[in-house]
């Protein structure tokens, strides 16, 4: 081989090694610059997703007004159940004056003579007619039998006595009934999630149409300061119109009631 044959061969060797480098490194370069630019674009997603999500990142203000709107709840809550608590107390009145509780034999002893009271007084009332006095204040078997009251039952004793006490002898007659056909008392309810009962009262009874809105509002509108006025929810409201003659709002109504008394009556853990 001549000089200039080498000569051109070498020459040729190193071209089409510098071609192939550069076919190789370029292609490396394009991998990597299509790599960084999706990482790129990657990025900027994410920062314009959080960009959106900054305003609802809790900072140290709004948690400190969350703290504080926590507390205003609480403190709410917590003066709705004073509230019907102290209503309550009308419920749980005892029987016996003094504040310890009495022997059963005294119980006993108490509890007949109030109710005696009590269905004297529904005979003698000539204001409100009352189907059967006998029947409206609860007779049990230690009441006219030679046994006791069990204490464990001296607390729905009384609140049944009070609820009857509260009905027949105040917020009934003095609200222009003049017939009571009915007065039942069923079982408390528990009220999901609180600290209160309901003691479900049926009332049936006939007074005059203008005297409606009376009746109601005696039973459920309560002054804050009346703590000795129980609370009572609404649940079956149903009038109807008797016989009669006259004007029409002097006209009997049977009137027939569905309602909850309110009982603070925490469970035991």
């Known amino acids: 081989m001549t000089r200039d044959q080498i000569f051109w061969s070498v020459v040729g060797t190193i071209g089409a090694a510098l071609v192939g480098c550069a076919v190789f490194w370029g292609g490396s370069v394009r991998a990597n610059v299509k790599e960084e630019t999706l990482r790129a674009n990657a990025l900027s997603n994410q920062l314009a997703q959080l960009s959106t999500l900054k305003n609802k990142i809790p900072n140290e203000k709004t948690i400190e007004e969350w703290d504080r709107y926590q507390k205003w709840v609480a403190a709410q809550c917590a003066k709705v159940v004073d509230f019907y608590q102290r209503h309550d107390h009308a419920l749980d009145k005892k029987l016996v004056r003094g504040i310890e509780e009495p022997d059963p034999g005294n119980f006993k002893a108490e509890y007949n003579?109030?109710?005696?009271l009590a269905v004297g007084h529904l005979k003698s009332n000539r204001e409100m007619r009352v189907w059967n006095p006998e029947a409206v204040f609860l007779?049990?078997?230690?009441?006219?039998?030679t046994t006791n009251p069990d204490p464990a039952d001296y607390e729905a004793i009384r609140k049944d006595f009070r609820i009857r006490q509260y009905l027949v002898l105040n917020i009934l007659p003095r609200s222009g009934v003049k017939q009571l056909d009915n007065l039942s008392l069923y079982k408390p309810e528990r009220i999901p999630g609180t600290e209160f009962q309901a003691v479900p009262v049926r009332?049936?009874?006939?007074?005059?149409?203008?005297?409606?809105?009376?009746?109601l509002r005696s039973l459920l509108l309560v002054p804050e300061r009346a703590t000795d006025k129980p609370l009572v929810i609404m649940r079956e409201c149903t009038a109807k119109k008797g016989p009669g003659t006259g004007k029409p709002e002097?006209?009997?109504?049977s009137l027939d009631l569905l309602m909850d008394f309110v009982d603070f009556a925490p469970e035991s853990n």
Not at 113 to 116: G, W
Not at 139 to 145: A, L
Request: with cysteine; hydrophobic share 40%.
């Open 113 to 116: 003579s109030l109710r005696s």
């Open 139 to 145: 007779e049990y078997p230690w009441s006219i039998g």
């Open 203 to 215: 009332v049936q009874c006939n007074l005059s149409a203008e005297n409606i809105m009376t009746l």
């Open 250 to 253: 002097a006209s009997p109504i």
